[in-house]
């Protein structure tokens, strides 16, 4: 990792103070006025963010862009779509004058390129997680925020949780589970990992631009299958670390008001699915924090398990969580635990906190800072991974130390 990403304790605080100015900043919209939003990346992901900032109402899809145009005929059924304007290049997108909102959902490693294009032509942004491919495009993605004074979006969602919200509270900023110690996290069995191309992309269809895919990255041929499910190639994404280990650790950061460790250790492999694929399909991940506790994280594709959720270890007792409820048993024995279900959609209530920060200036819930502080925590457990050793982090310069 470079040496100057976000280097010193002046570049920290310059952040820090950037964030209030951003509060205060944008154009004012009127109580009833629409927002004119434009959707890159019509694949299933970006095709259900979409129904999402419909359903909140206020919105009007005015644009649909993608490199494979079978994509852009999905998002169109969508009756909200139906007259959207159509594009395979993001930046005609953003020459609309009237956008103003770039709802991005493409693969991981155009998600930084395409924020700061966005941000730097004026548009607010609701980005998919993880914010950045590597750790080094964080600050950049930031500055693009603060600069532009734009609202800014990572699509972490169980920060606007309301069991998430009310969890923390009752457990975690009352005490009631003592001193924290061990912050566990899992995932397993994830199919979006394990996505087979169908037949019909086995030949590249005339209407796909696979060399606009690639983008930044090295050439190679056409291949379905990284295609079809990137997620599996360290080209692309983080694989499982920065997929599913930045939501569970995200939820770490906002428990623990603690969002930066300060060493990483990873072990893993492609152990199972020779297939082809770079991501490892096994992996465990530990982090450690300065205020005394560890962040760790397993996931396995391999068949015969599966299931993701969190467990806060306290001396007082320990907190289960996950997207549908959370569980909380205190010490001793034969206690009946605390369960509390959650009443709402947690992607809904991302959404809607995002379109009222837009409406108020204020930072959102998953704001870039917060969205590069998580997924810059992942990279740290695939650079130890991808290096077998452990990584020691400081904490101030945000840096790696020397090995």
Same mark, same amino acid.
């Given at each position: 990792?470079?040496?100057?990403?976000?280097?010193?304790?002046?570049?920290?605080?310059?952040?820090?103070?950037? *964030?209030?100015?951003?509060?205060?900043?944008?154009?004012?919209?009127?109580?009833?006025?629409?927002? %004119?939003?434009?959707?890159?990346?019509?694949?299933?992901?970006?095709?259900?963010?979409?129904?999402?900032?419909?359903?909140?109402?206020?919105?009007?899809?005015?644009?649909?862009?993608?490199?494979?145009?079978?994509?852009?005929?999905?998002?169109?059924?969508?009756?909200?779509? *139906?007259?959207?304007?159509?594009?395979?290049?993001?930046?005609?997108?953003?020459?609309?004058?009237?956008?103003?909102?770039?709802?991005?959902?493409?693969?991981?490693?155009?998600?930084?390129?395409?924020?700061?294009?966005?941000?730097?032509?004026?548009?607010?942004?609701?980005?998919?997680?993880?914010?950045?491919?590597?750790?080094?495009?964080?600050?950049?993605?930031?500055?693009?925020?603060?600069?532009?004074?734009?609202?800014?979006?990572?699509?972490?969602? %169980?920060?606007?949780?309301?069991?998430?919200?009310?969890?923390?509270?009752?457990?975690?900023?009352?005490?009631?589970?003592?001193?924290?110690?061990?912050?566990?996290?899992?995932?397993?069995?994830?199919?979006?990992?394990?996505?087979?191309?169908? *037949?019909? $992309? %086995?030949?590249?269809?005339?209407?796909?631009?696979?060399?606009?895919?690639?983008?930044?990255?090295?050439?190679?041929?056409?291949?379905?299958?990284?295609?079809?499910?990137?997620?599996?190639?360290?080209?692309?994404?983080?694989?499982?670390?920065?997929?599913?280990?930045?939501?569970?650790?995200?939820?770490?950061?906002?428990?623990?008001?603690?969002?930066?460790?300060?060493?990483?250790?990873?072990?893993?492999?492609?152990?199972?699915?020779?297939?082809?694929?770079?991501?490892?399909?096994?992996?465990?991940?530990?982090?450690?924090?300065?205020?005394?506790?560890? *962040?760790?994280?397993?996931?396995?594709?391999?068949?015969?398990?599966?299931?993701?959720?969190?467990?806060?270890?306290?001396?007082?007792?320990?907190?289960?969580?996950?997207?549908?409820?959370?569980?909380?048993?205190?010490?001793?024995?034969?206690? %009946?635990?605390?369960?509390?279900?959650?009443?709402?959609?947690?992607?809904?209530?991302?959404?809607?906190?995002?379109?009222?920060?837009?409406?108020?200036?204020?930072?959102?819930?998953?704001?870039? $800072?917060?969205?590069?502080?998580?997924?810059?925590?992942?990279?740290?457990?695939?650079?130890?991974?991808?290096?077998?050793?452990?990584?020691?982090?400081?904490?101030?310069?945000?840096?790696?130390?020397?090995?």
């Amino acid at each position: 990792m470079p040496s100057n990403i976000n280097n010193t304790t002046n570049r920290r605080r310059f952040l820090g103070a950037a *964030a209030a100015s951003a509060a205060s900043y944008g154009r004012i919209l009127g109580a009833n006025e629409r927002l %004119q939003l434009g959707l890159i990346g019509c694949g299933e992901r970006g095709r259900y963010d979409m129904s999402n900032f419909v359903k909140a109402g206020g919105v009007d899809v005015v644009a649909l862009c993608d490199v494979w145009g079978d994509n852009i005929d999905r998002a169109k059924t969508t009756p909200a779509a *139906a007259n959207a304007r159509t594009f395979t290049d993001h930046r005609k997108v953003l020459e609309i004058k009237e956008l103003d909102v770039a709802l991005i959902c493409v693969p991981d490693h155009w998600h930084a390129p395409i924020a700061i294009d966005a941000l730097n032509a004026g548009k607010d942004v609701y980005v998919e997680k993880p914010l950045t491919l590597k750790a080094e495009e964080g600050p950049r993605v930031v500055k693009a925020a603060r600069t532009n004074k734009r609202v800014c979006q990572v699509g972490m969602q %169980q920060r606007s949780g309301k069991h998430y919200l009310q969890a923390k509270a009752e457990y975690i900023d009352s005490g009631k589970l003592g001193k924290i110690t061990l912050c566990r996290t899992w995932w397993h069995g994830n199919g979006y990992h394990l996505r087979k191309a169908p *037949a019909s $992309l %086995q030949t590249q269809p005339a209407n796909l631009d696979w060399a606009h895919f690639l983008g930044p990255l090295k050439w190679r041929d056409w291949d379905p299958q990284q295609y079809w499910n990137w997620r599996a190639y360290l080209d692309f994404g983080g694989g499982q670390v920065t997929d599913l280990f930045t939501h569970w650790l995200d939820v770490v950061h906002m428990f623990m008001g603690k969002d930066i460790p300060t060493s990483a250790q990873a072990s893993g492999g492609v152990y199972h699915f020779k297939d082809g694929r770079t991501a490892p399909d096994t992996i465990n991940v530990l982090l450690e924090y300065p205020a005394e506790f560890t *962040a760790t994280f397993e996931a396995t594709l391999v068949p015969g398990i599966t299931g993701a959720a969190q467990e806060f270890c306290g001396t007082q007792g320990r907190l289960w969580i996950d997207r549908s409820r959370y569980e909380f048993y205190p010490l001793g024995r034969n206690v %009946q635990p605390v369960v509390v279900k959650a009443q709402s959609s947690i992607d809904l209530d991302h959404v809607q906190n995002f379109l009222d920060c837009v409406k108020s200036r204020q930072l959102p819930h998953g704001d870039v $800072l917060v969205g590069h502080r998580s997924a810059q925590a992942s990279h740290l457990g695939n650079i130890s991974y991808m290096q077998k050793r452990r990584i020691d982090f400081d904490p101030v310069r945000e840096e790696i130390l020397p090995f």
